[in-house]
Structures are given as C-alpha cells and as structure tokens.
C-alpha cells in the first residue's frame, strides 16, 4: 500500500503515511518485513529432489525411447525401464504423467470385474523349462490366405521358443512339428526323453488333444497339463504370447505368403526375446531371464 501512487499529486503515500492510518508503528511493518523474509518457507524450492532433466527435456527423452524400442505401444512401466537402462533416473509416476500430457500413452483395455475362479493361483513355475504353453492362432496372407500360426512359450521367462506357420491345414501334425522345433530349440535335441518332467500346458483344441500329439509328447518326455475348459486363463502364458504377436507383427502388416510370413516372424521373435522387457523379472528380456538362471546354478 505505501507504494500506491495518489491520484492528485503524483507522489506516493509512503510507509508513514500509511502506518497513521492503520495506527500501527514502523518499526512493527519492518519488523513483520525481516521476519518472512527469514522464514525457511520464503527460500524454500519446490520439495522432493532436484531432477536432472525438466519435464519438457524429459518428455524428449520419452518420444526418443518410444521411438527407438523395436516394440508399438509399450506403457509407462516399460518407458521408464528403458531411460534407467539408458542412465536416466526417474519416477514411474513422473514418466506416467508426463505421458498422459503428451497423449503418449497407448489405448488401454476396459476389463470387467470377475470372480473367483477354479484356477486361482500361479502358473508361472520357479524356473526354466518346468512348464511350457502351446496354442494355435491364425492371420490372413495374400496368396494363401488363412494360415494356422503355432507357438510354444517358457512359462517362466516368457520366452518364444517356437512359433511356426502351419505349410498345410492347421492340423495335429503342424502341432507336433512346431513341439519338436521348440524342442530342438531349447533342449537341442529330439530323443526320447529329453523333455522328461517338463509340463505341456495347452487348451483342449482338437490339435492338442489328439491321441498322435499326445502319444509324441510322452514321447518326448512331456508330462501333459490341460488347462480348465472354457478357463483360458489357464493358458494364459501362450494366450498373452500370442496377443504380442499379434500387437506387434500380425496385426501391422500384410503378408504375400506363407514363406514369407515365416521369414517376418522368425526375425520378430529373436527380436522379442532380446528385447522384449518382463515387469514380473525387474524389467528383464526373456533371453536375460534364462542367461541370470544359467549363471545361478553355475555357480
């Protein structure tokens, strides 16, 4: 107020003048003045530690991460993995802001609520190679039209271990083709026996069920583990692998030909399995998952 300009003399009304008309001294204002610029509130900053990066320098660093990941529509979760991995040192609820403003983040899936179910609990075992999923899906190619697409997936890293294009109908005999090529893949061989004590985890399509793919999996030494019936969840580590598949190879392009689907899909899957990151193992790809373990147990 003492700095207020009259509007009939061009002067201001000072602190004196002031300090008459509300009774008061001088030295109290002054003395009010000295107090609240000592105060700890009157210098203090904005709480929490000082981050490195602003939110417009961080959110840079966000698109250049999303732009670089070999991967469509990761969240916030896998965003701020990657800058740690790349030395940038944040909060997943910073990075989760920052893309919400931007419009950034993906669409995400509405659910519905759901009660318990007869297959409550885990099937994610506590290593490698102790139960494996397999599931069919199909797409569309240009020449050849419908194609059946198997894969076969590591319950516990996730990793894609087979995932081939049917060369006919997709049929029991495509099934046991693709359980052999995972086979050969992870345990680098196909004699009986080799997979003694490994659980096949598969819905109850005909494929699957079938006497011919049943007799080659104990041949193998595969201990069979049918998910519930109308309980997909149960199945739910190759249901989520092949959602993947589709999310970000199937679904974005168009294929001329089985050979050539084949092609994409075996350069997408050594891609993911180095790449893609798993929350459930501290942000980990599946191959770094397995290599961790290797290591474990040399030791």
């Known amino acids: 107020m003492s700095r207020t300009v009259s509007t009939s003399t061009g002067l201001r009304y000072g602190v004196s003048r002031v300090c008459r008309l509300l009774g008061t001294s001088r030295s109290g ?21 000082k981050v490195p990066l602003c939110d417009r320098d961080l959110t840079e660093r966000i698109r250049e991460v999303l732009a670089a990941s070999p991967f469509v529509g990761e969240g916030h979760r896998k965003v701020w993995a990657r800058l740690r991995a790349n030395g940038i040192r944040t909060s997943k609820r910073r990075v989760l802001v920052l893309m919400r403003r931007a419009s950034l983040l993906a669409p995400g ?12 609990g885990t099937i994610i075992p506590e290593q490698t190679n102790q139960r494996w999923g397999t599931d069919l899906t199909t797409t569309w190619t240009i020449e050849d039209g419908t194609v059946g697409v198997f894969v076969v997936v590591d319950h516990h890293n996730a990793e894609g271990l087979a995932v081939r294009v049917a060369q006919g109908a997709a049929d029991r005999f495509e099934a046991i083709e693709s359980l052999r090529t995972a086979t050969n893949a992870a345990l680098r061989s196909t004699t009986e026996g080799i997979a003694a004590g490994i659980e096949l985890r598969h819905d109850h399509g005909s494929q699957f ?14 201990v069979p583990s049918a998910a519930f019936v109308r309980q997909p969840e149960g199945n739910g580590c190759a ?11 199937l679904w ?4 001329r030909n089985r050979a050539e689907l084949q092609a994409a899909i075996d350069a997408w899957l050594i891609t993911y399995n180095h790449h893609w990151l798993l929350e459930r193992h501290g942000y980990r790809s599946p191959v770094q998952i397995r290599a961790a373990l290797a290591r474990k147990v040399a030791a």
């Open 29 to 49: 204002i002054y003395a009010s003045q000295a107090r609240r610029a000592s105060s700890p509130l009157a210098s203090r900053a904005k709480r929490g530690p």
């Open 109 to 120: 899936r509405t659910g519905r609520p759901r009660g318990p179910q007869v297959h409550d």
């Open 209 to 222: 069920v079938a006497d011919v793919y049943q007799a080659e999996a104990k041949h193998l030494g595969f």
């Open 239 to 249: 249901e989520r692998f092949i959602r993947t598949l589709k999310e970000q190879l």
């Open 252 to 255: 974005l392009k168009t294929f």
